[in-house]
Structures are given as structure tokens and as C-alpha cells.
């Protein structure tokens, strides 16, 4: 059954994974999106900041994105997103991390222009296997209300 | 790559152009985000977008590697004239990602960076933050993309640290 607005109450929605994120997935992510020495190369990556090689902060926002698809996006009846309103990068992506996804409605609202579909606001705070904050992010998506939804 | 000290609120720099085809939008959206606008020229014309349109993430993604791969230029030029370089740091994140309009199969983007802060880490005295807008324009000079993206960057001066121990 098709996910609609009215199924995005306020409050946890659910937790999503672990997603596996293996060292050739980042090397091919940077190497395509992100070519720094230190998504790249374990040498230079141990002189910087980060200590050793990690995963492009896109290349986390893309697995979290396809994370949000399996758990829910893809059996919504979504119409995409107008953006982002933060992300922050707590924590460097490692080679062999095992990413899980908290996600909370933060609020939800009917459209003032486009009545026929609510803004639903998301918050997602993605994790390793430790538990460790590497990535929090909070963004609206357009998804069309029961009534209206084909 | 500059020092912070180097850099001021307001330089404008032309990061690059990219040309979105059908077959690398889907093969971005097969991998990170499968949502059918993505996916299909059919499907995309029934929604919202009207056509095929590229993952809102690809474009971001494309964003950073122009980003990227003008900076490792510039960097290279400035050693063959025989500067210094100095390497940036990594990002602490961004805030203000808009998807303006949709970046449909065939549309060329042209990303441009704008300092827009300048301030210093609480957490780290040897590094500053600096604050770029960067926005992304199609074909038709119509803005699609627009974020206000952080990022660490070396100080020629530190302040001096607090001595702990």
C-alpha cells in the first residue's frame, strides 16, 4: 500500500539498515564525485585532519538517501524535495562501516500552494556500528495526501 | 588553495560545467536513489518534473567533483609559478540546499562559488571556516541549485593555543 501524508505523524518514524559501506564503494564514489587525496589514498589521508581514509560526505548523504528509499520513499507516494535545510558532518565515513538510519517527523503540514499534498520534514541521524554520530540532516519532502494519492 | 587570512567575502569563481545525460542520470539513481522519476523518461513525464530528471544528489554530487577538480587546477598552476600551496580541510557541513528546478536529461549546469562568511573555529585554533555559496545554473540561465556549503581552511597566524598541560 502506497505511504501517504497522513502516514507521517510527528515523532520516530523507524530505524533503517545497517547498510554495509565497503573501502572499493568509497574509493569509486570519490573517485567519480570527490577526488581528494584523503577519500583516496591511505597515505595522504593519515596526514589529514580526518586520520586516515574516509568516505565523501556526499558519498553519505547518497547511501543515506537510498537508505530512506528502502525504508519508506520508495512505497510513498513522494514528489521529491525542495532541499536541505542542514547537514552536518559529525563523523568521518570509514571503510567497512555498517551505517544504521534514525529518522524522526519533525513536522508535518498541508501545502498552502498545493493543498492536495502535506510538506513532511525529516530528520535523519545516521550512525556506525558503535554508535557513533557521523551524519545528522533535517529536510522536507512533498508527498501527496490519501485523498489524492493515485 | 589559500590561507584563511587570504580569503575575502565576495570572490566570485567559476567552478565548471556539466552535461547531464539520460543514461548517467539513471545509473546514479540505480544506485543511491531509485525513486521512478529518476529512472524513467516515461515515468518522469508523469510526475511533477515532466520528464527524466537527475537525483537531486547527483547534482550535488557533480557540484563537488567540479569543485574539486578546479581547485586541484588552480593548485597545480600555482606550483608550476612556484607558490606555495597549502591543503584545505575537510567540511563540517552545509545548510540552505535548495533543488530550485529540476536538472532534466540534457541540461548543461555551470557551478559557481562565492565566499559568503569568513570565521574562526571555536574547536580548532590552527584552522578557520570558510562559508561558499555555491549555485548552479542551467542552460537557459535559470539558478536549479543553491547551497551555502562550510569548509575548513589553514591559518597563516594561528591565535596562539591555550596551554593545557
Redesign the interface.
Known sequence: MTLTFEDFPVGRLGTFGPRHVSREEILEFAGEYDPQPMHLDEEAASKTMLKGLSGSGWHLCAVMMRMMFDGFIGRAASLGSPGVNELKWVAPLRPGDDITLDVDVTEARISRSRPETGIVTFKGVARNAAGQVLCEMTSPIIISRRESAS | MLFFEDIAIGRRREVGSFTFTADEIKR?AR?????R?HLSEEEGRK???GGLAA???HV???C??LM??SM?RLAREAVARGETVV?G???????????IK?VMAGDTISFVSEVAGLRASAS?PE?GIVEIRNTGTNQRGEVVFS?LGAG?VPRRDPPRAEVTQ
Open positions: 546514479f544506485k543511491y536513489d531509485p525513486q522519476f510526475s511533477l518534473f537525483s537531486g544528489w550535488a554530487s557533480v563537488m567533483k574539486v577538480t586541484q591543503a580541510g575537510p567540511s563540517p557541513g552545509f545548510r540552505d540546499l535548495r533543488w529540476p580548532r584552522w547551497f575548513f
